[in-house]
């Protein structure tokens, strides 16, 4: 997991700085512009991917004395927020509202740069750091969560596509790379 999400990641860093291509401009628009979503059911499951969750997942792994999952948790979403806003400086890429026409903002209207998507490596971070210590059935939960969270920020026009692609590379890298220096395996205290 570590060299796919971290290879996926430099693969779409310097995708994402060569600009914006004609399939990743209409991939955008195929799930900007989907306009039957209730917004609410949108912004809910999103938050998975903001800052906030990681302190309030650590914190309930420790009260469940878990505590290397509180700590994979706790530092691997921190590592995956910290890192995208400083990636975002250095890889220089808009947000879609300033890169494209015809873009539906839902929401709050996103002001700093866009690659990669901190939502995107936060949710895939803590997926994949809590991944050798849950069941089957809540793994695959939370793998569709994090995927629905990048889903979303293209929705809600705050990403384009390598943005949360590049986002959940990172992510599953930087959770890869905690539980291997945490010496978790595959088969943590499930």
Same mark, same amino acid.
């Given at each position: 997991?570590?060299?796919?999400? $971290? /290879?996926?990641?430099?693969?779409?860093?310097?995708? $994402?700085?060569?600009?914006?291509?004609?399939?990743?401009?209409?991939?955008? +628009?195929?799930?900007?512009?989907?306009?039957?979503?209730?917004?609410?059911?949108?912004?809910?499951?999103?938050?998975?991917?903001?800052?906030?969750?990681?302190?309030?997942?650590?914190?309930?792994?420790?009260? #469940?004395? #878990?505590?290397?999952?509180?700590?994979?948790? !706790?530092?691997?979403?921190?590592?995956?927020?910290? !890192? $995208?806003?400083?990636?975002?400086? +250095?890889?220089?890429?808009?947000?879609?509202?300033?890169?494209?026409?015809?873009?539906?903002?839902?929401?709050?209207?996103?002001?700093?740069?866009?690659?990669?998507?901190? +939502?995107?490596?936060? /949710?895939?971070?803590?997926?994949?750091?809590?991944?050798?210590?849950?069941?089957?059935?809540?793994?695959?939960?939370?793998?569709?969560?994090?995927?629905?969270?990048?889903?979303?920020?293209? +929705?809600?026009?705050?990403? !384009?596509?390598?943005?949360?692609?590049?986002?959940?590379?990172?992510?599953?890298?930087?959770?890869?790379?905690?539980?291997?220096? !945490?010496?978790?395996?595959?088969? $943590?205290?499930?």
């Amino acid at each position: 997991m570590l060299i796919a999400g $971290a /290879s996926g990641f430099a693969v779409t860093a310097v995708m $994402a700085r060569g600009g914006i291509g004609k399939r990743e401009g209409a991939a955008f +628009h195929v799930v900007n512009d989907l306009s039957s979503l209730d917004y609410r059911a949108v912004w809910v499951p999103m938050q998975y991917g903001t800052f906030a969750t990681v302190p309030a997942l650590a914190g309930l792994a420790f009260a #469940r004395k #878990r505590p290397r999952l509180g700590a994979g948790l !706790l530092i691997g979403g921190t590592s995956a927020y910290v !890192l $995208a806003k400083v990636v975002k400086r +250095h890889v220089g890429r808009g947000r879609p509202a300033a890169e494209l026409q015809d873009v539906t903002i839902r929401g709050t209207e996103e002001g700093d740069l866009g690659f990669p998507s901190g +939502h995107a490596a936060v /949710s895939a971070a803590l997926t994949t750091a809590a991944a050798p210590f849950v069941s089957s059935p809540v793994r695959a939960c939370a793998v569709g969560l994090a995927g629905y969270v990048s889903f979303a920020r293209i +929705h809600v026009g705050a990403h !384009l596509p390598l943005d949360v692609i590049g986002g959940a590379c990172m992510g599953a890298a930087i959770g890869a790379a905690i539980n291997l220096a !945490l010496r978790v395996d595959g088969s $943590a205290e499930v």
